[in-house]
């Protein structure tokens, strides 16, 4: 899922899988001259195209895998009619129309075998305008009628429409998948994730970041909440129920660490406004700029070092310390960042001489 959804930018195999197969799928049927074309078609299916060939009994893997992607071509093909011999009215993509690239009419009685040429007047390579208004609703006749027809172009084709070239490329059939095909909607989180995504910090801490804006995190509510036996009590104060707000924001003992980060009054005015740790963090990552925001999500970063130290060690280090702990990791990380941009930099220098 994209980043700034909430994802953490890696590609669903599933929907990659089938952006690829869809590559030898669009060469099936956009190329029939190649030879495993020809055998491919001889096989499945002789008499018509790709995008209506069936699977079929004892059909090979390779096939199989490549018929899977029928539904993509199909969503993502266009035709860009030449004499229109080859394009079915009813039946194929070829009108130009957001979101749909099928006509809308109902089929008239006797009229299923129409292919485009039969709109065409044969005198002279225009729209048979009168009866293209009678035979389809007014919104596909509009659509018709403005799609200009040229002199020259006399063979009808296919191309593939998310691309402005009209070839085929994997990533715009990835985008269709993900887009058309596979429902993640349910994954998709509001939130400003693309500024979580571009803080300068260590990518340990943006990673740890996202899992608790993403509501992962192995808190003890949310690990009793999955089946494992443990005490829901917060490692600290032992008296509340250790979720992601008590972890960050709730627990008394958190006070003194907000306070030694200078934070401790911009947290305590938003207490009140925000319900969950996931709408006062993106509240606060919208709210706080430059040295602020960086000291908000270190100390977030900090205060679940400092709650696992006492979880697992039995270690309570002072506030402070543990502040100027996190503090050195992200200087150490700007100074490497820093010599890794000056080495950059003296590179080109030398390149230049
Ligand atoms: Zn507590």
């Known amino acids: 899922m994209r980043k700034e959804n909430g994802g953490m930018g890696f590609r669903n ?36 195209d790709f995008v209506d060939a069936k699977l079929g009994h004892n059909s090979s893997f390779i096939w199989r895998s490549i018929h899977a992607s029928q539904v993509v071509v199909r969503g993502s093909l266009r035709w860009r009619v030449g004499d229109g011999s080859r394009i079915r009215v009813w039946y194929d993509p070829w009108i130009k129309d957001e979101g749909r ?39 596909d006749a509009k659509n018709i009628l403005a799609m200009p027809l040229i002199d020259e172009v006399s063979a009808d084709k296919q191309f593939w429409q998310f691309t402005t070239h009209g070839n085929y490329n994997v990533n ?36 740890f ?37 008590h972890v960050f924001f709730g627990c008394e003992k958190l006070e003194p660490v907000w306070s030694a980060a200078y934070l401790w009054h911009v947290i305590r005015e938003n207490l009140e406004i925000a319900d969950r740790f996931v709408s006062l963090f993106f509240q606060l990552l919208d709210f706080l700029q430059h040295e602020q925001l ?34 050195e990791v992200l200087l150490q990380w700007q100074q490497v960042r820093d010599s890794q941009g000056r080495r950059t930099q003296d590179n080109h220098r030398t390149i230049d001489l």
């Open 101 to 139: 690239s099928y006509v809308t009419t109902a089929v008239p009685m006797g009229k299923g075998g129409l292919v485009v040429r039969d709109l065409i007047d044969s005198n002279g390579k225009v729209w048979r305008e009168d009866e293209v208004k009678t035979m389809f609703n007014e919104k």
């Open 294 to 327: 960086l000291s908000f999500v270190m100390t977030l970063w900090c205060i679940w070092k400092r709650r696992n130290d006492k979880l697992w060690n039995d270690i309570e280090t002072q506030p402070r310390i543990s502040l100027q702990t996190a503090r």
């Open 13 to 48: 195999l599933y929907g990659f899988n089938l952006a690829m197969l869809r590559k030898q799928g669009w060469r099936l049927e956009t190329n029939q001259d190649t030879i495993v074309s020809k055998v491919f078609k001889a096989r499945y299916f002789p008499m018509g």
């Open 209 to 245: 970041l996202w899992r608790a804006a993403r509501e992962c995190l192995p808190t003890r509510c949310r690990l009793q909440t999955r089946g494992v036996h443990c005490s829901d009590r917060c490692v600290h104060c032992n008296s509340s129920f250790e979720n992601d707000w």
């Open 172 to 207: 715009s059939a990835y985008h269709y998948v993900m887009e058309h095909l596979v429902n993640n909607r349910g994954w998709r989180m509001e939130g400003s994730w693309l500024k979580l995504w571009r803080l300068k910090i260590p990518q340990k801490v943006k990673v």
